[in-house]
């Protein structure tokens, strides 16, 4: 349908907005013109009507009336003459009008008032006169009145002509809006259907579409928003491919060891009791590393789901932190590495789920004694502006500079290659990120690699933060 | 806009002017080629009077702005 599009619609309200406009103003403008010249007439007709009926009310000459007849008719004035009774007494050449025929009596009545006379007289032929007329006032009253006539053909044709010219300039008027209006409406909504086209596109799955637009207002706003709109749909949506990917490759490697070795128990291929054993031993890692994973999925989609429960209580975090180091010491020993912590004296209490920081440190100690072969893990503590401040430092493999950015991306490793050599499930730093901002922190993490990374949690203290002596 | 569009637009625009302008020279009597053109150039110099006024806001709003913004 024609009439339902934005164009149409913008174009046709400018459009009624300028007839809405023109259009009365075409008529004042008529008004002005016919008013201008009527009053032309009018004037000139008072103005004579007035000196005859003066030299008639003054002269005492008793042929003043056949000298102004000659006079007029001389001067080509039509004009008629009447008493007080209203019979015409003199007149020039006045087709309808003869000499004793009378007025109507509300014309006299009104005359004998002293008022002047002003009336639209059309003859037998249809010709329009503007008549005025005004009294003769003497010292004895009203004689009567002397009626002047100005044929209005002249005046009517001059309207008509200067309403056709209106009418022409109103027409141009009109296309010249009806140009101006086309390009207005135009570039007013071609924003508006390019932006309509991309999230079509968009909606349809091209997320590569996006809105070109230059300008910072509102519509540039909404073609920004529109535009970032996109771009996290198709982020989602490759992570959440990727996501998929990662799982079904990440499941599919342990079930795959298991499945494999468990064959060739299963078929005594093996040549020893010891083999045996190692393949036993590979099993149970194997179920064991697919066990946890499991369980960081279960975690994971808890969080996204927003069904994860905290149970939020005042928490001495350096007790927290010494369960963690207990529960990673032996891992950390195996590997000869040695855990050191180091907490600022009367640390405040922090309102958070003990459990789930237990996790967010064991996560972040197992992640930095996987990724390293000697020297320590440090962790440490302190309180800034208002803040408590945890830094987790390792002595590991470290992080190249441009993976920072995805380094809590679910699945992402930075050593893909040696991913099972390292172990662990690729899902401990995004489960971390996720507690943490839970519970109101942030983390960041700087690295340089070969040398090491170090993790540093900030927790905001509330007011009613005291230490755990305090609390005593 | 494509050059239909502006073909469309140039056609209306011809058309009101040149209504206008037959207008405002008819009613002046003469036929001379120089009274049309001098009331067009006329007409053309009224129409552009908005247009250098809404021009000059418009750079002077872009200028504040850009002082503003530093």
Same mark, same amino acid.
């Given at each position: 349908?024609?009439?339902?599009?934005?164009?149409?619609?913008?174009?046709?309200?400018?459009?009624?907005?300028?007839?809405?406009?023109?259009?009365?103003?075409?008529?004042?403008?008529?008004?002005?013109?016919?008013?201008?010249?009527?009053?032309?007439?009018?004037?000139?007709?008072?103005?004579?009507?007035?000196?005859y009926?003066?030299?008639?009310?003054?002269?005492?000459?008793?042929?003043?009336?056949?000298?102004?007849?000659?006079?007029?008719?001389?001067?080509?004035?039509?004009?008629?003459?009447?008493?007080?009774?209203?019979?015409?007494?003199?007149?020039?050449?006045?087709?309808?009008?003869?000499?004793?025929?009378?007025?109507?009596?509300?014309?006299?009545l009104?005359? $004998?008032?002293?008022?002047?006379?002003?009336?639209?007289?059309?003859?037998?032929?249809?010709?329009?006169?503007?008549?005025?007329?005004?009294?003769?006032?003497?010292?004895?009253?009203?004689?009567g009145?002397v009626?002047?006539?100005?044929?209005?053909?002249?005046?009517?044709?001059?309207?008509?002509?200067?309403?056709?010219?209106?009418?022409?300039a109103?027409?141009?008027?009109?296309?010249?809006?009806?140009?101006?209006?086309?390009i207005?409406?135009?570039?007013?909504?071609?924003?508006?259907?390019?932006?309509?086209?991309?999230?079509?596109?968009?909606?349809?799955?091209?997320?590569?579409?996006?809105?070109?637009?230059?300008?910072?207002?509102?519509?540039?706003?909404?073609?920004?928003?529109?535009?970032?709109?996109?771009?996290?749909?198709?982020?989602?949506?490759?992570?959440?491919?990727?996501?998929?990917?990662?799982?079904?490759?990440?499941?599919?490697?342990?079930?795959?060891?298991?499945?494999?070795?468990?064959?060739?128990?299963?078929?005594?291929?093996?040549?020893?009791?010891?083999?045996?054993?190692?393949?036993?031993?590979?099993?149970?890692?194997?179920?064991?590393?697919?066990?946890r994973?499991?369980?960081?999925?279960?975690?994971?989609?808890?969080?996204?789901?927003?069904?994860?429960?905290?149970?939020?209580?005042?928490?001495?975090?350096?007790?927290?932190?010494?369960?963690?180091?207990?529960?990673?010491?032996?891992?950390?020993?195996?590997?000869?590495?040695?855990?050191?912590?180091?907490?600022?004296?009367?640390?405040?209490?922090?309102?958070?789920?003990?459990?789930?920081?237990?996790?967010?440190?064991?996560?972040l100690?197992?992640?930095?004694?996987?990724?390293?072969?000697?020297?320590?893990?440090?962790?440490?503590?302190?309180?800034?502006?208002?803040r408590?401040?945890?830094?987790? $430092?390792?002595?590991?493999?470290?992080?190249?500079?441009?993976?920072?950015?995805?380094?809590?991306?679910?699945?992402?490793?930075?050593?893909?290659?040696?991913?099972?050599?390292?172990?662990?499930?690729?899902?401990?730093?995004?489960?971390?990120?996720?507690?943490?901002?839970?519970?109101?922190?942030?983390?960041?993490?700087?690295?340089?690699?070969?040398?090491?990374?170090?993790?540093?949690l900030?927790?905001?203290?509330?007011?009613?933060?005291?230490?755990?002596?305090?609390?005593? | 806009?494509?050059?239909?569009?502006?073909?469309?637009?140039?056609?209306?625009?011809?058309?009101?002017?040149?209504?206008?302008?037959?207008?405002?020279?008819?009613?002046?009597?003469?036929?001379?080629?120089?009274s049309?053109?001098?009331?067009?150039?006329?007409?053309?110099?009224?129409?552009?009077?908005?247009?250098?006024?809404?021009?000059?806001?418009?750079?002077m709003?872009?200028?504040?702005?850009?002082?503003?913004?530093?």
């Open positions: 349908m024609i009439g339902n599009h934005i164009v149409v619609k913008l174009g046709g309200t400018i459009i009624l907005l300028f007839l809405i406009v023109l259009l009365p103003i075409g008529f004042v403008i008529d008004r002005i013109f016919s008013g201008f010249y009527y009053n032309e007439v009018r004037s000139q007709n008072e103005q004579l009507s007035a000196q009926a003066n030299a008639l009310a003054t002269t005492i000459n008793p042929n003043v009336l056949t000298m102004i007849e000659m006079m007029a008719n001389f001067s080509q004035i039509k004009l008629f003459i009447t008493d007080d009774t209203g019979k015409v007494i003199a007149k020039t050449e006045i087709p309808d009008i003869t000499q004793g025929e009378y007025v109507p009596e509300e014309e006299i009104d005359l $004998k008032d002293g008022a002047k006379i002003e009336k639209v007289y059309a003859d037998s032929s249809g010709q329009r006169f503007l008549v005025s007329g005004t009294p003769i006032v003497t010292d004895q009253g009203v004689l009145g009626f002047v006539m100005s044929s209005l053909e002249g005046i009517d044709l001059s309207l008509q002509k200067v309403r056709n010219m209106l009418l022409l109103g027409i141009g008027a009109f296309f010249l809006a009806l140009g101006v209006t086309y207005l409406s135009k570039k007013l909504s071609d924003p508006l259907i390019q932006m309509e086209k991309a999230a079509r596109k968009i909606a349809k799955g091209d997320l590569e579409t996006r809105v070109e637009l230059a300008s910072t207002d509102e519509i540039g706003s909404l073609a920004k928003a529109i535009n970032d709109l996109a771009f996290d749909l198709q982020r989602y949506r490759d992570s959440r491919k990727e996501f998929f990917a990662n799982i079904s490759h990440e499941l599919r490697t342990p079930i795959t060891y298991v499945e494999g070795y468990a064959k060739v128990l299963i078929d005594k291929l093996y040549h020893s009791e010891e083999e045996k054993e190692q393949y036993l031993e590979i099993i149970h890692e194997e179920s064991i590393r697919l066990s994973m499991i369980g960081d999925l279960f975690d994971l989609s808890k969080i996204d789901e927003g069904k994860i429960t905290l149970h939020l209580e005042w928490v001495d975090i350096t007790e927290v932190v010494e369960g963690a180091i207990q529960k990673t010491k032996m891992k950390a020993k195996e590997k000869g590495l040695n855990i050191q912590s180091s907490v600022q004296d009367k640390l405040p209490l922090l309102h958070c789920d003990g459990n789930r920081m237990t996790q967010i440190f064991i996560n100690l197992d992640n930095a004694i996987r990724y390293s072969n000697n020297g320590d893990i440090c962790i440490e503590m302190w309180k800034e502006d208002e408590l401040k945890i830094g987790v $430092k390792d002595s590991g493999i470290g992080i190249p500079e441009k993976e920072l950015l995805y380094i809590f991306d679910r699945f992402y490793r930075v050593e893909k290659s040696r991913s099972r050599q390292f172990g662990g499930t690729g899902l401990g730093l995004a489960i971390v990120k996720d507690l943490v901002e839970l519970q109101g922190g942030t983390i960041q993490v700087s690295s340089i690699y070969g040398k090491g990374s170090y993790f540093e900030t927790f905001p203290l509330s007011a009613g933060s005291n230490t755990w002596e305090d609390e005593i | 806009m494509k050059w239909g569009d502006w073909l469309i637009v140039s056609l209306f625009l011809i058309i009101g002017l040149s209504c206008m302008t037959m207008s405002a020279t008819w009613m002046m009597g003469t036929n001379a080629i120089s049309y053109l001098h009331n067009l150039f006329h007409i053309c110099l009224w129409g552009g009077v908005p247009i250098t006024v809404a021009a000059v806001i418009y750079v709003i872009r200028k504040w702005k850009n002082e503003r913004n530093g």
